[in-house]
């Protein structure tokens, strides 16, 4: 007589349902990928318009470079703006590396705007060397910044910080440009702002590891900048009015 057949102690439909879980996170890391593919290619764009600034004088910023650079800066914000909807109903804590570098880029090129003298109020175009904060840059993006006890989508410290970073390599390459254009005291200005920028890093406690190697790379564009203002000084074209 055979054996009756033992009953199962798995619940068949057990890897259905794991089954389906799969298969909605697939779909959601793909229209994830898509939507952030999109803002990619708003940020690139944004980037090749800002890279202009190195060869434009700077009395043509305000007028001609600026206005094209804030309509890339606009489809970013769309572009972040359909991210942080799509992504409102994720978890953060799980995505957030598919989209943290494209975000710190987009960070970067609404930083480097305003420092331009781009974003600004009527009173504040064409002020150069302003730099935007962290709440100021959510308010560009019109997403939430800093959220430490929600798991959604929102702009870190870190991301801001490594948007920061990212803009010291163009004002170094920006100041020797500057001069070449025969604009010393813009040289003079970025070498201010980046031993600035590099002294503030140095209060800060950092325990991200990208963010501590990222900041210490800062001191190689301060010592690139401050050759370039030597160099000026030993030939006596630094303005008047900025050795005060």
Known sequence: MASPTPPSLIDPS??????????QDTAIRKDLEKIIDDLQQHVAY??????????TPRAKYEGVLLPVVEEGVKREVAGVR??????????YYKYSYKWNRTVQDAISTVLLTAWLGGLGTEERKGEVGRLLTLEEVGGV?????????????HITIEDYLLGLVNIVD????????SV???????????SGFVKDLHAGFQVLNLKNDLLRK???SIKYAVKKVEDVVYDLSLRNLIPSKMEE
Do not use: Y
């Open 82 to 91: 359909v991210l942080g909807e799509f992504a409102g109903g994720l978890s």
């Open 180 to 190: 070449t254009l025969g604009d010393t005291e813009m040289a003079v200005r970025i």
């Open 46 to 55: 944004t980037q090749g318009l800002l890279s202009r600034i190195h060869s």
């Open 14 to 23: 057990l890897f259905d349902q794991l089954r389906a879980r799969i298969d």
């Open 170 to 177: 163009d004002l170094a390459r920006l100041a020797m440009n």
């Open 141 to 153: 993006f019109g997403v939430p910044v800093n959220l430490k006890d929600e798991d959604k989508f």
């Open 214 to 216: 990222r900041v210490d």
